[in-house]
């Protein structure tokens, strides 16, 4: 039943990066056969709502009513969480992924970026906020195009 | 009229409005900051900070017990039950003012949060171990444009230096301690704030140094936000954040 609880939450996309799902993304904490537990991304991630309504949704079409969903703030999320097919999906939708193990770390000595549509490093940070809280504005000089990164946090 | 709530719901309402006040100001540059980057980047720190202030009063409103959640505490208290420091609601003035505000206010919130992640009261530390990530970018966010502004033409470092003049009297009160801070500290959720001065003194001043700025030269402080005794800029700011819900209340999406 958990497991397929949790094939179920593999099907449901983040609101702001339809290309990966909330398991991709580490949003999901726990499976259990009586609950879900969730975490936000950002404390003020506009999506949070969003991403829960997505699952509670999903949950009940699939006979899973009784599940109950939690939020859990501790411990915080990072982006260490975004799995292996996470991350190949993000750069296949445009977005260069985090570097693991970056962390807070990252901040000051920001990483080189590769780009996600030539694969250049000859890249730089144009913004450190972007679109959405969790991506940065990145200009890569090799091929003059502009693209999304995944903040490390 | 000083706010009813008991010492931990005050002192989780006055981490919240702190976050809720500055996230309002800071939402006020959406759509005419001084170019895409700079709004984006104002946009997403006060994103955050509402953030951190929806948990913090919702915090505070259980603590009370008394059913009020996160919303009824921001959009149904009056200017004097706002429990914010007086730096937060300081106007945005130019560009320079709103970084100079950032600028002193992220960099103690940060110390303030390192802090509080360690405490032994779960929800405080649960909230500050999370927006901590957070503030440290908003930290580094507004000390690289003070050494842009500080360090560059003479206009730009004539309104740093004007800015961080005008917000340099409400830095006082982010230290101040008070009978909530020592009760909060009792239960094992509260920060020892003056103990944060020398580490936001040697951090400030080193942005300032290489910003090629002098530190403001002290002057008397001015405090009370604490207790409710606010500026006369709060008003309005709540007059606007307030009006739809003052007018329909319970309204939703």
């Known amino acids: 039943m958990t497991k397929e609880i949790r094939r179920i939450l593999e099907s449901v996309p983040d609101p702001e990066i339809p290309a990966v799902s909330v398991v991709d993304l580490g949003i999901v904490r726990e499976v259990s056969a009586d609950r879900v537990v969730i975490t936000p991304t950002y404390t003020g991630c506009p999506a949070t709502h969003t991403i829960e309504q997505s699952i509670r949704a999903a949950l009940d079409a699939h006979g899973f009513a009784d599940v109950a969903i939690e939020t859990a703030l501790a411990p915080p999320w990072s982006t260490d969480w975004i799995s292996d097919a996470g991350r190949e999906k993000l750069r296949a939708y445009g977005i260069a992924p985090p570097p693991k193990g970056a962390g807070a770390s990252a901040l000051k000595n920001a990483q080189a970026a590769e780009c996600p549509r030539c694969g250049s490093m000859h890249t730089e940070e144009v913004s450190r906020f972007g679109s959405t809280p969790c991506k940065a504005l990145w200009r890569c000089k090799a091929c003059a195009e502009p693209f999304d990164r995944f903040k490390c946090h | ?253």
């Open chain 2, 1 to 253: 009229m000083v706010s009813a709530l008991p010492p931990l719901a005050d002192y989780a309402a006055r981490l919240g409005d702190d976050s809720l006040v500055l996230g309002q100001r800071l939402g006020e540059w959406c759509g005419h900051a001084p170019a895409i980057e700079v709004d984006l980047s104002l946009s997403n720190v006060a994103l955050d900070l509402i953030g951190q202030a929806t948990h913090f009063l919702g915090l505070a409103g259980a603590i009370e017990g008394a059913g009020r959640d996160a919303d009824k505490l921001a959009f149904h208290r009056d200017v004097m039950d706002f429990s914010n420091c007086l730096l937060v609601e300081q106007p945005n003035g130019d560009f320079a003012q709103t970084i100079a505000r950032q600028f002193l206010f992220s960099h103690y919130q940060a110390l303030l949060f390192e802090q509080m992640a360690q405490v032994k009261d779960e929800r405080f530390a649960a909230i500050a171990a999370k927006a901590l990530k957070e503030v440290n970018y908003h930290a580094t966010l507004a000390s690289d444009w003070v050494v842009r502004l500080g360090d560059g033409t003479d206009e730009s470092k004539a309104r740093m230096i004007a800015g961080l003049d005008w917000m340099w009297r409400f830095t006082d009160e982010l230290f101040a301690m008070d009978d909530v801070d020592a009760a909060a500290i009792a239960a094992g959720a509260g920060v020892d704030k003056a103990a944060l001065r020398a580490d936001w003194d040697a951090r400030v001043d080193a942005v300032l140094a290489e910003a090629t700025l002098a530190r403001p030269a002290a002057r008397r402080a001015i405090v009370g936000g604490r207790v409710g005794r606010h500026s006369e800029h709060l008003g309005h700011l709540l007059s606007e954040m307030q009006f739809l819900q003052r007018a329909y209340p319970g309204a939703s999406w």
